[in-house]
C-alpha cells in the first residue's frame, strides 16, 4: 500500500472516531483524551523554543461481548506548523481466563516496565517525558521497538505471597529505510505488512510482591530488522540488515512516601551489510521520587547509552551515546490535571550538549 492511500485511510479513520465520539450513545463506548502544554527554553534548538501544543490523545474503550475487548488509540501532535494524526494503537482481545488472554492488532511492546504502563497520556508520568531511548519510535533518540503489530497473549498466576504475570507477542519485525536521509531515518512500525517473512518475538515475565511493594520484569525482543527501501548499504529490499536480541530488566519499588523505577536493557547487534560484526550496547534508567507534601513530588532520573561506534544499528538510525540528568517537580492540581517544571542536562558523545527547562501542564479528559 502507498503511503499516499495509507494517509486516506487514516485520515478517514480519523474522521470516523471523531463521529463517534459525538454520536455513539454515553453507555455504549468508553471515551477519554489526554492532552497537554508545554513551555520549553534550550540552549540549543532555538526553533522549537516556546509554547507548544503537546499530543493530543483520543482513545476508546468497548466491551462488545461478555469477553471480547476493543480499544483504538490515536495521538494528534503538531509537527512544525502542522498537526500529524498516527493510530497508536488498535486491538480485539478475547479473555478466556486470569490466566490467558488473546489479542490481535497494535499494541505496546511488552517490554520493560515503562513501556508497558505509561502510554501516550503524558499525565500517567512523573516527568514530562518518556526516558529518551524510550521515546516512540519516530522520536529522535528512539531505538527500542515500542509498538507491535500481530498477535499478543498475556495472563496473571497469583500464588498468594507472589502474583505471576507473562506477555508474548509475535508480529511484524521493525524495519530502518536506508534510503532516507540519516537524520531522519527512524525505526518504522509495520503496520501494513511485513518487509520480510521473520516475524519480532518479545516477550515479559513479571513478579509482583505487593507486600513488600517490590515488582521485577525479565524482557527480551527477538527481531530481524529488515531494509524498507531499495538499499543503500548493499542488502536488498527485504533482506537483514541487524539480527537484533535485546534483554531487560526492570524493578519498581514503592513506599510511603518514596519510589523507585530502574530498567536496563542489553543489545546484542549482528550486522547484516556486509562486513560482518557483532556489537553490543547497553542502555538504562534510574528514577526515583519522592512525595514531600500533599500534591507535590520531586523526583530524579539518570539515562544513559552507550555503545560501540561501529554498530551498525546505531549508526543506521544515526544515534549517538548519551547521559542525561533530569529533575521534575510536579504539581497535582487535582485528579484529573498536573503541573510539572523540569530541567534536564543531556551530554551528547558527539553533538553539542543541551539544557532545557520545561514548564507542562497536563490533563485528562475522562
Known amino acids: 500500500m502507498n503511503n499516499e492511500k495509507f494517509n486516506n485511510m487514516t485520515r478517514l479513520a480519523t474522521a470516523t472516531a471523531a463521529l463517534l465520539v459525538f454520536v455513539a450513545p454515553a453507555h455504549a463506548v468508553d471515551f477519554g483524551a489526554f492532552g497537554n502544554i508545554r513551555y520549553l527554553s534550550s540552549n540549543q534548538d532555538a526553533a522549537t523554543q516556546g509554547f507548544m501544543l503537546g499530543g493530543f490523545d483520543l482513545y476508546a474503550s468497548h466491551q462488545i461481548g461478555d469477553k471480547t475487548h476493543v480499544f483504538v488509540e490515536y495521538v494528534m501532535e503538531g509537527n512544525g506548523n502542522t498537526i500529524v494524526t498516527d493510530l497508536e494503537r488498535l486491538s480485539v482481545s478475547r479473555s478466556f481466563n486470569d490466566k490467558f488472554t488473546l489479542a490481535a492488532g497494535r499494541f ?36 527500542l521497538p515500542t509498538h507491535t503489530v500481530g498477535l499478543a497473549a498475556n495472563g496473571k498466576f497469583d500464588t498468594g505471597r507472589l502474583q505471576f504475570s507473562y506477555d508474548l507477542a509475535v508480529g511484524n519485525g521493525t524495519s ?7 537524520d531522519t531515518r527512524e525505526l518504522e512500525v509495520n503496520n501494513s505488512g511485513d518487509p520480510n ?3 519480532a518475538i518479545a516477550a515479559r515475565l513479571g513478579i509482583d510482591s505487593e507486600n513488600s511493594g517490590v515488582k521485577f520484569g525479565i524482557s527480551t525482543v527477538l527481531n530481524h530488522i529488515p531494509e524498507s527501501g531499495v538499499g543503500t548499504l548493499g542488502v536488498a529490499q527485504g533482506g537483514t540488515l541487524v539480527a537484533q536480541k535485546i534483554f531487560g530488566l526492570d524493578a519498581k519499588f514503592e513506599m510511603d512516601k518514596f519510589d523507585a523505577l530502574a530498567e536496563a536493557y542489553r543489545f546484542s547487534n549482528d550486522n547484516k ?3 560482518a560484526k ?7 534508567f534510574a528514577q526515583f521520587g519522592y512525595r514531600f507534601m500533599e500534591g507535590w513530588k520531586v523526583v530524579y532520573r ?16 544515526n544515534r549517538e551515546e548519551y547521559r542525561q ?22 551530554r551528547n558523545a558527539v553533538s553539542a550538549d543541551e539544557n532545557r527547562a520545561i514548564v507542562q501542564w497536563e490533563f485528562l479528559i475522562p
Open 108 to 143: 505496546h511492546t511488552p517490554i520493560g516496565y515503562w513501556n508497558n504502563i505509561y502510554h501516550h497520556g503524558a499525565l500517567l508520568q512523573d516527568t514530562a517525558g518518556r526516558p529518551n531511548f524510550l521515546d516512540f519510535e519516530d522520536g529522535a533518540d528512539a531505538i
Open 176 to 182: 530502518i529505510n536506508t534510503d532516507n536521509a540519516a
Open 197 to 199: 517473512k521473520s516475524k
Open 273 to 275: 551489510t556486509g562486513a
Open 278 to 284: 557483532k556489537n553490543s550496547a547497553t542502555a538504562y
Open 302 to 317: 539518570h539515562e544513559n547509552v552507550s555503545f560501540d561506534v561501529n554498530d551498525a544499528y546505531f549508526k543506521m538510525l
Open 325 to 346: 540528568h533530569v529533575l521534575t517537580l510536579r504539581m497535582d492540581v487535582d485528579d484529573s490535571n498536573a503541573v510539572k517544571f523540569e530541567i534536564n542536562r543531556q
